[in-house]
């Protein structure tokens, strides 16, 4: 079922959903489940399945030549969906992405997503390679989210690259991404506004947020978006801090500001156990906050790890 389907049917109640990252290569599905299934309680109608592109890699060869090596750290993406489709019989959200694909491969992607029975794609220009620092498009594919949208839209009325098939039109409801406090390539808020207005209006159906710490963020965001007469839901997007470097990592990373609250709290804290309940705590009184508020979904960062998501789940639902 769509994301948006979920919302209407939910009468005005949150709902609870989480992301999730394939494991890394190598490493088993059981680790996934045995962080999901905690959580089926909470009635997730959907999970996120991240993506994850290419990387280089540089190897010394015996005779000291230096070898680059094309790896991907994290696939699985589309196997997982299907894994998790089949064994939880919910929604299972791939992220799809510029990066790395050129506009047949997408394309064909998103031919498997559809025989798959996915209903759902979360359509992103995706991260640079960690070692160029700046996204490169491939050279036949998108650089922006809202050309990747557009792609979608277009296969849902049936119009594919090269040809138009009615029959083989997609339905897919697509998601994408939103900066509360703004994307950081972006030079201002209202810029970013008006590229996230691109997206809805190549036929996006929802958002869901960058991770935040201050609600405030979220609502004046919520409103400016109203005001750019942007009206499709905004899932706001939950990570609970865990550790004391989360302080500098995830500001680092996703180029958003901790409240100083926050920060006195977690550097109260004599050991990381003390910092995981304080992290707890904040985002239970987060969560609580935006359900009085009135958000449609609580959209948790789980990053792999689940127990305090689920503690903070029980609070709430
Ligand atoms: P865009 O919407 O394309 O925006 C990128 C930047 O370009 C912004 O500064 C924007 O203002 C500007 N811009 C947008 N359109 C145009 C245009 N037409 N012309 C000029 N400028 C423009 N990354 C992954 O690799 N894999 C994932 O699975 C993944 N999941 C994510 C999930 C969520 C909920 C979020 C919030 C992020 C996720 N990311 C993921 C990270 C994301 O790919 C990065 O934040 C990326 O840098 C931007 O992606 P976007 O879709 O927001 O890009």
């Not at 992301?19 to 088993?28: A, H, Q, S, T, W």
């Not at 996703?254 to 992290?279: A, R, T, W």
Request: overall charge negative.
């Amino acid at each position: 079922m769509k994301v948006t389907e979920h919302i209407e049917r939910s009468k005005g109640n949150t709902l609870f959903s989480f992301e999730i990252l394939p494991p890394k290569k190598g490493d088993d599905l059981q680790t996934i489940f045995s962080n999901i299934d905690p959580l089926m309680e909470f009635n997730p109608p959907f999970i996120d399945v991240t993506y994850h592109r290419e990387e280089y890699e540089y190897k010394e060869l015996p005779n000291g030549l230096i070898q680059k090596i094309v790896t991907r750290k994290r696939p699985g993406t589309v196997g997982i969906c299907a894994a998790l489709q089949h064994r939880y019989e919910i929604d299972a959200i791939p992220h799809l992405i510029c990066g790395g694909f050129n506009k047949e491969e997408t394309e064909n992607i998103l031919i498997d997503f559809n025989f798959l029975g996915i209903d759902n794609v979360l359509v992103l220009r995706g991260d640079p390679i960690k070692s160029e620092g700046v996204f490169k498009p491939n050279s036949q594919g998108h650089s922006y989210a809202n050309e990747l949208v557009e792609q979608v839209t277009n296969m849902n009325g049936g119009k594919y690259l090269h040809e138009d098939y009615a029959n083989g039109a997609t339905d897919f409801c697509i998601g994408v991404a939103g900066y509360p406090e703004k994307h950081f390539e972006s030079p201002n808020l209202d810029t970013d506004l008006y590229y996230l207005k691109k997206k809805i209006n190549a036929g996006a159906d929802y958002i869901v947020t960058q991770l935040f710490y201050d609600n405030q963020k979220y609502f004046n965001f919520v409103d400016r978006c109203r005001k750019a007469g942007i009206k499709v839901p905004i899932i706001p997007g939950i990570k609970p801090i865990a550790i004391k470097k989360h302080l500098t990592i995830l500001p680092n990373v996703f180029h958003i500001d901790m409240p100083q609250e926050l920060v006195l709290e977690v550097e109260k804290c004599k050991d990381n156990k003390s910092v995981y309940e304080v992290g707890i705590e904040w985002s239970v009184r987060q969560c609580k906050e935006l359900i009085k508020y009135g958000v449609p979904v609580l959209h948790f960062y789980s990053m792999g790890r689940s127990e305090n998501i689920q503690k903070i789940a029980k609070e709430l639902f």
